[in-house]
Antibody
Framework: EVQLLESGGVLLQPGGSLRLSCAAS????????MTWVRQAPGKGLEWLST????????YYADTVEGRFTISRDNSKNTLYLQINTLRLDDTAVYYC???????????????WGQGTLVTVSS | DIQMTQSPSSLSASVGDRVTITCQAS??????LNWYQQKPGKAPKLLIY???NLETGVPSRFSGSGSGTDFTFTISSLQPEDIATYYC????????FGPGTKVDIK
């Protein structure tokens, strides 16, 4: 059974940084592209970033490029999202999700974690 | 950047009704479109991929169609457990989700 477990959500002040983690199990992690999606309170879903299975290719939404960094450690079956210079509008539930098909980063997200809440407040 | 619109933004229907949601892309996205269901407090769930393919384990009352810029998602017979918000999502280039359609029981 595929399991994705996010962690790292916290209450932080604007300008701070944090790293979210997503621990994966139940599938060959290194074969699948992985994605981060967030959802602000009461709002819709926002794609943030995708990383290939090897980690060699990364993709970002224009709105977060330069401030967010996606990475993965295939030896630990873990996905990361580094967020710098936090802003109030980064407040959201952050989900990690797995691509449906191995080998390509197509962003067909067939398994999702339960999400981790990041709150940015002064 | 390809924008996605969905209509309606919300709807209320009776159990057993046929429900249709439309999603429009600002440019041709071929069939690079998925549909997700999100229940309150839960993570989204993939229902339809590549515009018309039913994800494994998803009831057959859910279906999708379309190509290019215009897509349709249908629930053939609405059930109480289908109360949720439904999102389309393209992956033609920078992936983007539609704004969502909230489905309620009348």
């Amino acid at each position: 059974e595929v399991q994705l477990l996010e962690s790292g959500g916290v209450l932080l002040q604007p300008g701070g940084s944090l790293r979210l983690s997503c621990a994966a199990s139940g599938f060959t992690f290194s074969s699948y592209a992985m994605t981060w999606v967030r959802q602000a309170p009461g709002k819709g879903l926002e794609w943030l970033s995708t990383i290939s299975g090897s980690g060699g290719s990364t993709y970002y939404a224009d709105t977060v490029e330069g401030r967010f960094t996606i990475s993965r450690d295939n030896s630990k079956n873990t996905l990361y999202l580094q967020i710098n210079t936090l802003r109030l509008d980064d407040t959201a539930v952050y989900y990690c999700a797995k691509d449906r098909v191995p080998g390509i980063a197509a962003v067909r997200l067939d398994n999702w974690g339960q999400g981790t809440l990041v709150t940015v407040s002064s | 950047d390809i924008q996605m619109t969905q209509s309606p933004s919300s709807l209320s229907a009776s159990v057993g009704d046929r429900v249709t949601i439309t999603c429009q892309a600002s440019q041709d996205i071929n069939n690079y479109l998925n549909w997700y269901q999100q229940k309150p407090g839960k993570a989204p769930k993939l229902l339809i991929y590549d515009a018309s393919n039913l994800e494994t384990g998803v009831p057959s009352r859910f279906s999708g169609s379309g190509s290019g810029t215009d897509f349709t998602f249908t629930i053939s017979s609405l059930q109480p457990e289908d109360i949720a918000t439904y999102y389309c999502q393209h992956f033609a280039n920078q992936p983007r989700f539609g704004p969502g359609t909230k489905v309620d029981i009348k």
